[in-house]
């Protein structure tokens, strides 16, 4: 499939915050890295603020693909609070620097904010409307896989495969008590 002009933008973006942070997007260095001139650009995205929204809205789309493709592909209004917990914890096995800043961005700007939270309302069940045990269970399945995505996307030492599947057998068994 074709990658259309706006999400080459915007995956060309995220390389730019990859490699140079936040401040380093700019519409000129964009339209050099993508090859999409500043008039193309501004066509598709009329002011920064409006870029950095759509890179959010980009990257939290692609998180809740990827949560659903964790639960065989299903959406989240067909899955019990257990199994959303759990499709949210395999989806976490990678991370990056520039997800690591958009979070950080978002934690402080309620409209940025609110495009993430969307995505953790569909796919991590809030244990405070009811504080039952498979609730606080379920919560400390989500702060784990949080957890897991942190220490990815801080360049802490990656986990083999052997020892994940461990961590999360033991994070899943949880969920089963």
């Known amino acids: 499939m074709r990658v259309s002009k706006r999400e080459h933008i915007l995956?060309?973006?995220?390389?730019?915050?990859e490699r140079e942070g936040l401040a380093g997007l700019t519409f000129e260095a964009l339209a050099a890295e993508s090859g999409v001139t500043k008039g193309g650009l501004l066509y598709h995205f009329p002011s920064r603020e409006d870029l950095i929204e759509a890179i959010h809205r980009h990257v939290a789309e692609r998180w809740s693909a990827a949560v659903g493709?964790?639960?065989?592909?299903?959406e989240a209004?067909?899955?019990?609070?257990?199994?959303?917990?759990?499709?949210?914890?395999?989806s976490t096995t990678e991370a990056t620097r520039a997800e690591l800043l958009l979070m950080l961005e978002a934690a402080d700007n309620r409209s940025l904010h609110r495009i993430w939270q969307d995505v953790l309302d569909r796919w991590a069940p809030s244990a405070a409307s009811s504080a039952d045990d498979a609730s606080v269970r379920r919560l400390i399945v989500q702060l784990a896989a949080d957890g897991l995505w942190l220490h990815a996307a801080t360049g802490g030492e990656p986990l083999s495969a052997e020892l994940r599947a461990r961590v999360d057998?033991?994070?899943t068994s949880l969920l089963d008590q």
């Open 11 to 17: 995956d060309t973006g995220l390389v730019l915050i």
């Open 69 to 74: 493709a964790a639960a065989g592909d299903r």
């Open 77 to 90: 209004a067909q899955l019990d609070d257990r199994e959303r917990v759990e499709a949210y914890l395999r």
């Open 169 to 171: 057998r033991e994070l």
